[in-house]
């Protein structure tokens, strides 16, 4: 009697709609995605890999010139803070390098003063010579920087 109406309207409609939607919407986003991260690689490597890139920044940021060896005082050295690293120079044309980021918590060095590299939160000196512990409380020295000397020019290895 009245059976076959009831089952009649629920079928054809619902799913052709949401079922049509469902996949194109799914290709779009792919796609776009897909897209996006194309596009973010190729502004990383554009970025990273270029050298001289268009931007005119001279700071080595990954194996660029650091400094010119006149630039770091004998007997002392220069502190980099963008690159986090200690440029030494302990006896005439001996260059050394170190992280800029104290062993004992971790703050950045500050100061070369006297033979010494100087953190200012708690007081840790290391040597310019090694990196080596000089006043507690670190009692790890600073790890050990690979740098280039190439004629005056000073670049991380
Ligand atoms: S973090 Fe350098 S002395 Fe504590």
Same mark, same amino acid.
């Given at each position: 009697m009245?059976?076959?109406?009831e *089952?009649?309207?629920? &079928?054809?409609?619902?799913?052709?709609?949401?079922?049509?939607?469902?996949?194109?919407?799914?290709?779009?986003?792919?796609?776009?995605? @897909?897209a996006?991260?194309?596009?973010?690689l190729?502004?990383?490597?554009?970025? /990273?890999?270029?050298? *001289?890139?268009?931007?005119? &920044?001279?700071?080595a940021?990954?194996?660029?010139?650091?400094?010119?060896?006149s &630039? $770091?005082?004998?007997?002392?050295?220069? %502190?980099?803070? /963008?690159?986090g690293?200690?440029?030494?120079?302990?006896?005439?044309? !001996?260059?050394? @390098?170190?992280?800029?980021?104290?062993?004992?918590?971790?703050?950045?060095?500050?100061?070369? !003063?006297g033979?010494t $590299?100087d953190?200012?939160?708690?007081?840790?000196?290391?040597?310019? !010579? /090694?990196?080596?512990?000089?006043?507690?409380?670190?009692?790890?020295?600073?790890?050990?920087?690979? %740098?280039?000397? *190439?004629? /005056? *020019? %000073?670049s991380?290895?």
């Open positions: 009245t059976v076959s109406q *089952s009649a309207p629920t &079928d054809p409609p619902v799913p052709t709609g949401p079922t049509a939607l469902g996949p194109c919407r799914r290709s779009v986003v792919a796609a776009v995605g @897909a996006g991260i194309a596009a973010a190729t502004a990383c490597g554009s970025g /990273d890999g270029g050298g *001289s890139g268009p931007t005119g &920044d001279a700071s940021a990954g194996g660029g010139v650091l400094a010119k060896t &630039d $770091i005082p004998e007997g002392g050295g220069k %502190i980099f803070a /963008d690159q690293v200690v440029v030494t120079q302990p006896k005439k044309g !001996e260059f050394k @390098a170190f992280t800029a980021t104290c062993t004992h918590q971790g703050c950045k060095v500050t100061k070369i !003063e033979g $590299i953190c200012p939160c708690h007081g840790s000196k290391f040597s310019i !010579e /090694d990196g080596s512990v000089k006043h507690p409380p670190a009692t790890q020295p600073l790890p050990a920087k690979q %740098i280039k000397v *190439s004629g /005056d *020019s %000073i991380l290895a």
